[in-house]
């Protein structure tokens, strides 16, 4: 009975896929371009839904996707083109189908977006102000890099966003010492851009700071008249760094300070210095006290 029951079902299911039916499926289809010229910057689209008539053995080749030709999609105006409507398929669709008949395009429209594959050669560099330094020490260019540019490839809207010099990965330690190196080269958008170089060897010197300091004549801003100032926690002083190389350009007569008595704090008597000018090629300056305690009596 179980024998009879399989031929019986077989002759059934043979018979009824010899039968011509009309119903949706879901068709690949692929894009033609030139892959030198050309980059998608995102995912095409692989399939579209469209409504056929034919054998039912020919239908369910198509449903289970076996030895199916796609569509072959080339699109003139790329890639200044974006989307197709459905029925501009239908001629590749229509040529791609075997023993099945196109009645239409249920697939509304089809989007995409490619642009110009391009190449963009950039020299590399080091932001060497955002190094991580100990304090009491200081940076010392130049900066010297091997290979000292980077070449990507990518679609051109993206690299046109790169900056240029660019910039190379900082190192992670705080530094003391002279640093020599690898540093890498990260960037975004990797699934699209690719660069021939990962990293780079990077040397620069790192030294200790000078520490001085200059005692400083503050200038008075908005006192009243008729009165004298007294500092009863001075002298003021001028606390400042700079780079051994420098020592002779830095010119500590420069430095100038300002007590504003509109910043004149009653409570204790305080005023918070403020830096008027300072020296070329100094760095870390520190006015002290931080807050200058005053007198006034008249004169």
Not at 35 to 56: F, Q, Y
Not at 106 to 125: A, E, G, M, Q, Y
Not at 262 to 274: E, G, Q, R, Y
């Amino acid at each position: 009975m179980l024998l009879c029951f399989l031929t019986a079902a077989t002759f059934w299911l043979l018979n009824a896929l010899n039968k011509n039916y009309t119903t949706q499926v879901s068709y690949p289809i692929e894009f033609k371009y030139d892959h030198k010229a050309l980059v998608p910057v995102k995912p095409l689209p692989e399939e579209v839904m469209i409504n056929v008539t034919g054998k039912g053995w020919k239908l369910l080749q198509k449903n289970l996707l076996f030895n199916v030709k796609p569509a072959e999609l080339s699109i003139r105006g790329l890639p200044y083109v974006k989307r197709l409507p459905g029925t501009a398929l239908r001629p590749a669709i229509s040529g791609a189908l075997d023993g099945l008949s196109l009645n239409f395009v249920i697939t509304d429209t089809v989007s995409f977006d490619f642009d110009r594959l391009v190449r963009r050669k950039l020299p590399l560099t080091l932001d060497s102000t955002q190094l991580k330094l100990e304090a009491g020490y200081g940076f010392v260019g130049p900066v010297k890099v091997r290979p000292d540019s980077v070449t990507f490839t990518g679609p051109e809207q993206i690299l046109n966003l790169f900056p240029s010099p660019y910039p190379l990965s900082l190192p992670t330690d705080v530094l003391k010492a002279p640093f020599k190196g690898e540093l890498p080269l990260t960037y975004d958008f990797t699934t699209l851009v690719k660069a021939d170089v990962s990293e780079a060897e990077v040397q620069f010197g790192v030294v200790p700071l000078e520490r001085k300091e200059v005692t400083v004549q503050p200038v008075l801003q908005n006192f009243p008249p008729g009165l004298l100032l007294r500092v009863l926690n001075g002298p003021i002083t001028v606390q400042y760094s700079f780079l051994p190389k420098n020592q002779e350009l830095v010119q500590p007569e420069l430095f100038q300070v300002a007590l504003d008595y509109l910043k004149f704090n009653a409570t204790d008597s305080t005023i918070a210095p403020v830096m008027l000018q300072r020296s070329p090629k100094t760095r870390n300056i520190t006015v002290l006290p931080g807050r200058v305690k005053i007198s006034l009596t008249p004169q």
